[in-house]
């Protein structure tokens, strides 16, 4: 973890800084599948593994289980969230009604945010999403898709719709994962319209847009049924 090299800071700042970075680590920890769902977790073991003290452990795995990653057990530590088919099949409502309440309610305001520099940038994370997908890398794909999910969302200029379905996707892709790795051909069980996507915002084209997210929203049922089938 950070610390060595590091200028001087207070006690807070640096707490708090290695607070986020255990939180950010043990996130795609859970993302990964590394940390899988069920597993119990010591603030002990988190500890050694990370060679920090048990207070920024403990502090980020309370951060996790507020974003619902990580189950506080009375007496016992923590466990990683289970997430069940009912649970991903309200993520994708969840998530569908956020982008196209996005769509529907924000359009002149993603036209106002989408400044040329915000819109390449999309454009760049959309290529390298649709990248790690073609060539099925699942852990590239993973961080460059919350990415761009990240970039679409501030076009809006709402911190808490972006929140909310940033929260939505990290879940979503922790219930997935698990089936995306067993996976024979995984290219061909991901989607990648990032591009389309992009295009499409960069375009002003709202019925684009809202077309090649319907096909999204049609991709994740596939999976579902696919998954629980």
């Excluded at 990683?80 to 969840?94: I, K, L, Q, W, Y």
């Excluded at 454009?123 to 390298?128: I, P």
Aim: one cysteine or more; aromatic letters at 6%; charged letters at 30%.
């Amino acid at each position: 973890m950070p610390g060595s090299g590091s200028e001087p800071r207070s006690a807070s700042v640096t707490r708090n800084t290695l607070r986020q970075q255990l939180a950010d680590a043990l996130r795609d920890e859970v993302l990964a599948g590394r940390l899988p769902a069920g597993q119990h977790v010591t603030v002990k073991e988190m500890a050694e593994q990370y060679g920090v003290s048990a207070t920024p452990v403990r502090e980020a795995l309370v951060d996790l289980s507020a974003q619902g990653l990580i189950d506080l057990e009375h007496h016992r530590g923590f466990q990683v969230h289970r997430f069940t088919p009912e649970d991903f099949g309200n993520m994708v409502e969840a998530r569908t009604l956020i982008v196209d309440s996005i769509l529907r309610h924000a359009a002149q305001r993603i036209l106002d945010g989408a400044t040329p520099g915000a819109l390449k940038s999309l454009r760049r994370r959309a290529e390298e999403a649709v990248r790690a997908a073609r060539a099925g890398d699942l852990d590239v794909l993973i961080g460059h898709d919350l990415r761009f999910w990240r970039e679409l969302g501030c076009l809006v200029g709402n911190p808490y719709i972006n929140d909310m379905l940033d929260r939505v996707r990290v879940q979503s892709w922790v219930f997935t994962v698990p089936f995306l790795r067993r996976e024979r051909d995984l290219p061909a069980a991901l989607w990648c319209g990032h591009g389309e996507l992009a295009d499409a915002v960069a375009r002003r084209d709202e019925q684009e847009a809202r077309r090649v997210l319907a096909g999204y929203h049609e991709h994740a049922r596939g999976l579902l049924r696919r998954f629980t089938t």
